[in-house]
């Protein structure tokens, strides 16, 4: 029973870690910068709502170009 | 709540639901096809039900007994990391820097390998159920699934809209379900990478906007900044698209999704 229990957590940790983080560990460390900054930025009106989406979309900027760069090497599972 | 949230909220969750069902019914009729159609819908079915459960499990104790604020910065970020994720692969797909999502390849090699394993000895009972098509069946409509899922709780647990973000998925389900028993296929012709953007676009607007809200910036126009916050990913979508599209090896390769991704 206990097994069972453990096999079970051990493969709900591996899936999430998989479904939320997989290959682009990137973005889920970029998410938590946001968080962040969200909060530094919590009473703000325009500042914020400017500055959270720009950076979002430098983060995902980032992540992009970085697969871009391993995209071509020859693989069919990019 | 204004009507362009929900209306936002529909369709993201619509969008999602028809994307990876498409997905899963791939699964769910090659299983059916190779191991028999009674395991495959049953399996199906099963993964429904636990979908179901956890909707319920995880969705309603959420919505009343979690602070509204710590909700929403928690599956802001969720829903942050899904869209971006779903975006990135988009951009990269439309750029041709990745191979575009082939459901007629990933048809086409799950029954090869269904039969193959007929072959090597796990045949098909001729009475009963089949526990090869019902475990292709119950995983692929269960993983597929969980997706869809974190987004009916996510985005209906931030709006207090778990009832409309459940029906969106449900309505979505039907509708691959009732396309997929008239054909008896395969929706390879579904404008899957499309809607997979259109998703991406609003998950990422949705997690940017709850994740502020939650953490105390006050969006200007409140809940009308979501869909600016649309209209600015889409510009986001479009520009990285052109950028990387000039970044391109020549000759483009064209190559060919073999697996099933998320």
Same mark, same amino acid.
């Given at each position: 029973m206990t097994t069972s229990l453990a096999r079970a957590a051990r493969w709900l940790g591996r899936f999430l870690w998989d479904f939320l983080v997989g290959d682009t560990p990137e973005l889920a460390l970029a998410t938590g910068a946001l968080v962040a900054i969200a909060f530094i930025l919590a009473g703000s009106e325009w500042l914020g709502a400017v500055l959270l989406p720009l950076l979002a979309a430098g983060f995902l900027l980032a992540s992009t170009w970085r697969g871009r760069k391993r995209a071509p090497s020859g693989s069919t599972r990019p | 709540? /204004?009507? $362009?949230?929900?209306?936002?909220?529909?369709?993201?969750?619509?969008?999602?639901?028809?994307?990876?069902?498409?997905?899963?019914?791939? =699964?769910?009729?090659?299983?059916?096809?190779?191991?028999?159609?009674?395991?495959?819908?049953?399996? %199906?079915? &099963?993964?429904?039900?636990?979908?179901?459960?956890?909707?319920?499990?995880?969705?309603?104790?959420?919505?009343?007994?979690?602070?509204?604020?710590?909700?929403?910065?928690?599956?802001?970020?969720? =829903?942050?990391?899904?869209?971006?994720?779903?975006?990135?692969?988009?951009?990269?797909?439309?750029?041709? /820097?990745?191979?575009? /999502?082939?459901?007629?390849?990933?048809?086409?090699?799950?029954? %090869?390998e269904l039969n193959e394993d007929s072959d090597a000895g796990s045949s098909r009972p001729s009475k009963g159920r089949d526990p090869v098509g019902f475990a292709v069946a119950f995983k692929g409509v269960f993983l597929e699934g969980t997706e869809v899922v974190l987004i009916v709780i996510s985005l209906g647990a931030a709006q207090h809209r778990l009832g409309l973000?459940?029906?969106?998925?449900?309505?979505?389900?039907?509708?691959?379900?009732?396309?997929?028993?008239?054909?008896?296929?395969?929706?390879?012709?579904?404008?899957?990478?499309?809607?997979?953007?259109?998703?991406?676009?609003?998950?990422? $607007?949705?997690?940017?906007?709850?994740?502020?809200?939650? %953490?105390?910036? /006050?969006?200007?126009?409140?809940?009308? &900044?979501?869909?600016?916050?649309?209209?600015?990913?889409?510009?986001?979508?479009?520009?990285?698209?052109?950028?990387?599209?000039?970044?391109?090896p020549a000759p483009a390769e064209t190559v060919t999704e073999e697996a099933t991704t998320p």
């Open positions: - | 709540m /204004h009507t $362009s949230s929900d209306l936002v909220l529909v369709l993201a969750v619509f969008g999602a639901c028809l994307v990876e069902m498409v997905e899963a019914l791939t =699964l769910v009729v090659a299983a059916g096809v190779s191991r028999g159609w009674r395991s495959a819908l049953e399996g %199906a079915a &099963a993964a429904l039900a636990v979908l179901a459960v956890l909707v319920v499990a995880v969705g309603v104790p959420l919505i009343r007994y979690m602070p509204i604020d710590a909700l929403r910065v928690v599956v802001g970020a969720l =829903l942050l990391v899904l869209g971006l994720n779903w975006l990135r692969k988009a951009i990269l797909r439309s750029s041709g /820097h990745k191979a575009l /999502h082939d459901e007629d390849a990933i048809y086409a090699e799950t029954v %090869a973000a459940a029906l969106a998925a449900v309505v979505a389900l039907v509708l691959v379900g009732i396309v997929g028993i008239v054909v008896t296929r395969q929706l390879s012709e579904v404008p899957e990478n499309t809607i997979k953007t259109v998703v991406g676009i609003m998950l990422s $607007s949705f997690g940017v906007f709850w994740v502020g809200e939650g %953490a105390g910036i /006050h969006w200007p126009g409140s809940d009308l &900044a979501i869909p600016v916050l649309v209209g600015f990913w889409i510009v986001v979508y479009f520009a990285y698209t052109a950028l990387l599209r000039t970044q391109l």
